[in-house]
């Protein structure tokens, strides 16, 4: 505040007021120094050896010349590195910029390019694959590795856990505001490139404190760390349960039998998973060989869960089960479910807005409708993003009438849940990833043969949404729904590639030649069955 007339002459408390994720673990770890914090396999992580090694990464980027509001990525799946490197990277004043590593190299290029990335840190598996090795030579960024196969030191790269010894292990005195940008995290919207959410330190302290309170953390809770740490998700939960002295058990991935030891070994208390997760473990003909009485909630996210599942999970693994939905540009969770009403409603419930923020239903007048009516969903509170990075106009038209626009189409019950109806975004949601549409189109279209292409997302039992593909070929044009399929694969992440590639003899259009893709996922809804 530089203006001091209301406060009678009186400044603000400055630092000692400050709100920052860093300190999240600083205070954790004085709370709770000899606690396991991380998890990996066997392996047990204290809250000391993370705030050493942080404040060691931090001094070290500090050394190397980096300034604060310099970008930062990291390109790496979970590993006990890479929790010590977030927290370093926040106590520099640095911003973030994760890369989802399923995403392909020009993806990668792309915001690497556009966030003006100087320097990053990367798995040395991932460095060891050509083409995204080339990407970051052209853009001549700076690599440390994490080297978790042993193969830095021939790549010529510096390990972060070389590099951080004989650092000091005391926190830079880094001067910086609860309002900085502290991360740009890219999602795919409904252009054909990803667009970046920034965000504050308070937005992301906001959330935290929501999670805890909503969640009702303790310190001697657990929750298994298999959603990635690159998506708003996986960071979140870390943080959540750390700053409240619980800990996580991190995974590359998932694996049912590896979730479940953690599960039994750490006397984990939260699971939290997709549908396809839950229905893995509880069809794994190894289940009752693990201890899994510890789990007091589970957690499902991304979608729905179909009945059956739902009520065999909860008789089977635990009997608290809740909902949590949101996205990367409101901090998550935005909303959630109540276990007591798990059985009572089925379908898109999303729950009840949490405390962090409002959650409304809006007409394309900027008029909020009444519980009933079906509209667009709206948020705001303090974990909303500061915008789109280098995108005014699509920061303007997320917040037009003083509500950040979720792009869904919803209604809020009598009893004050979200029931989620459409998206208005044509984005597809598979397996926990956001697949824009428009992208997928592009690369179709780019195939020679490939006349017209439409992209929607159909239910799937694992996936929550397949992304399938129609297209029309060219007039005297021969190609195979193989070959299609194939040529995606070359240019787009796994996640990405179209799981259904079918060739139509037309295309359903409008009067005024527009696509009607509604008329494709209504002829092929029921083409992978549905969720048991």
């Not at 926190?171 to 991360?183: K, N, S, V």
């Not at 504050?200 to 309170?213: E, F, G, K, Q, R």
């Not at 394309?364 to 948020?379: A, F, M, R, S, T």
């Not at 995606?488 to 259904?500: E, N, S």
Request: proline share 5%.
């Amino acid at each position: 505040m530089t203006d001091l007339t209301a406060t009678g002459g009186v400044p603000g408390p400055g630092r000692i007021g400050r709100v920052a994720i860093g300190d999240l673990l600083r205070r954790a770890a004085r709370r709770f120094p000899d606690r396991t914090a991380l998890t990996d396999g066997v392996k047990q992580i204290t809250f000391t050896e993370i705030e050493r090694d942080a404040n060691r990464f931090a001094n070290y980027l500090v050394a190397r010349g980096l300034k604060p509001g310099d970008k930062i990525s990291t390109i790496c799946n979970n590993s006990v590195e890479m929790v010590k490197a977030l927290f370093g990277i926040h106590r520099a004043g640095l911003v973030w910029v994760p890369i989802n590593t399923m995403l392909g190299p020009d993806d990668m290029d792309y915001i690497i390019d556009h966030a003006g990335v100087c320097f990053a840190l990367i798995d040395d598996n991932l460095h060891a694959q050509p083409e995204r090795r080339a990407a970051l030579e052209k853009r001549k960024v700076e690599l440390i590795a994490v080297d978790l196969t042993g193969k830095a030191k021939a790549a010529g790269l510096e390990s972060f856990n070389d590099l951080i010894v004989g650092q000091s292990d005391i926190e830079p005195e880094i001067a910086f505001d609860d309002h900085d940008l502290a991360m740009i995290i890219y999602t795919s919207g409904t252009t054909s490139r990803p667009k970046g959410a920034m965000h504050c330190h308070l937005a992301v302290v906001m959330a935290v404190m929501s999670n805890a309170i909503e969640m009702g953390l303790g310190r001697n809770d657990g929750i298994t760390g298999q959603f990635p740490l690159f998506h708003c998700a996986g960071h979140v939960l870390l943080l959540s349960y750390l700053s409240v002295g619980g800990k996580m058990a991190l995974m590359r991935g998932f694996d049912p039998v590896v979730a479940m030891e953690a599960i039994a070994r750490d006397k984990l208390t939260v699971f939290v998973g997709l549908s396809l997760m839950y229905q893995a473990i509880l069809d794994h003909p190894r289940r009752k060989e693990f201890d899994l009485t510890s789990l007091r909630a589970c957690i499902y996210t991304m979608a729905p869960m179909g009945r059956p599942l739902l009520e065999r999970a909860i008789a089977e693994l635990c009997p608290n089960f809740v909902l949590t939905s949101g996205q990367t540009e409101m901090y998550p969770a935005t909303t959630m479910s109540q276990p007591d009403r798990q059985l009572e409603r089925f379908g898109n419930y999303w729950g009840e807005s949490l405390i962090v923020n409002e959650t409304a239903i809006m007409d394309d007048d900027g008029n909020l409708l009444p519980p009933g009516q079906i509209g667009e969903l709206v948020h705001r509170g303090p974990n909303v993003m500061l915008g789109y990075y280098k995108d005014p106009g699509a920061t303007e038209a997320a917040r037009k009438f003083g509500w950040h626009h979720t792009g869904d189409l919803a209604l809020i019950d009598a009893h004050g849940e979200v029931l989620f109806i459409d998206r208005k975004k044509d984005m597809i949601k598979s397996g926990g990833e956001n697949v824009a549409s428009v992208q997928i189109e592009e690369t179709l279209l780019a195939h020679p043969a490939v006349a017209n292409a439409a992209v929607v997302g159909l239910p799937h039992p694992q996936w929550g949404e397949a992304v399938s593909a129609f297209v029309k070929l060219k007039p005297g044009v021969q190609a195979s729904e193989t070959e299609i399929s194939e040529h995606c694969r070359k240019t787009l992440g796994g996640f990405q590639v179209p799981k259904l590639v079918r060739i139509l003899d037309e295309m359903p259009m409008t009067a005024t030649g527009k696509l009607r893709k509604v008329d494709l996922r209504n002829r092929y809804v029921d083409h992978f069955g549905t969720q048991g």
